[in-house]
């Protein structure tokens, strides 16, 4: 099996900055693609960022500029550094791998989600 655990999540001011860690375990031989989501109350899970094995990225137009998405291949880990905070980034954070298993197998697996809030 594979797990993926995020942390960093909380309640910020807006304009402020939070980090978001998200470290895999388990059966894994190789992780692809890696990437973050958010889904706001009454709202479609929508993509934040995504980055390749090879860190390659890509972020959803909103974030651009605020946002990077960063990956640490050697400790199965994806970070989202969140700069310049909006209430409207208020939502859910999850993040996303697709792995390849000892097994051969190829999964997309989920975490178990994050609160940001940004508020005052």
């Known amino acids: 099996q594979v797990q993926l655990v995020e942390s960093g999540g909380g309640l910020v001011q807006p304009g402020g900055s939070l980090r978001l860690s998200c470290a895999t375990s388990?059966?894994?031989?190789?992780?692809?693609?890696m990437g973050w989501y958010r889904e706001a109350p009454a709202k479609q899970r929508e993509l934040v960022a995504t980055i390749t094995r090879y860190g390659t990225t890509k972020y959803e137009d909103s974030v651009k500029g605020r946002f990077t998405i960063s990956r640490d291949n050697a400790k199965n880990t994806v970070y989202l550094q969140m700069n310049s905070l909006k209430p409207e980034d208020t939502a859910v954070y999850y993040c996303n791998a697709g792995v390849i298993t000892r097994t051969g197998v190829f999964g997309d697996y989920w975490g178990q989600g994050t609160q940001v809030t940004v508020s005052s």
């Open positions: 388990g059966s894994i031989s190789r992780i692809d693609a």
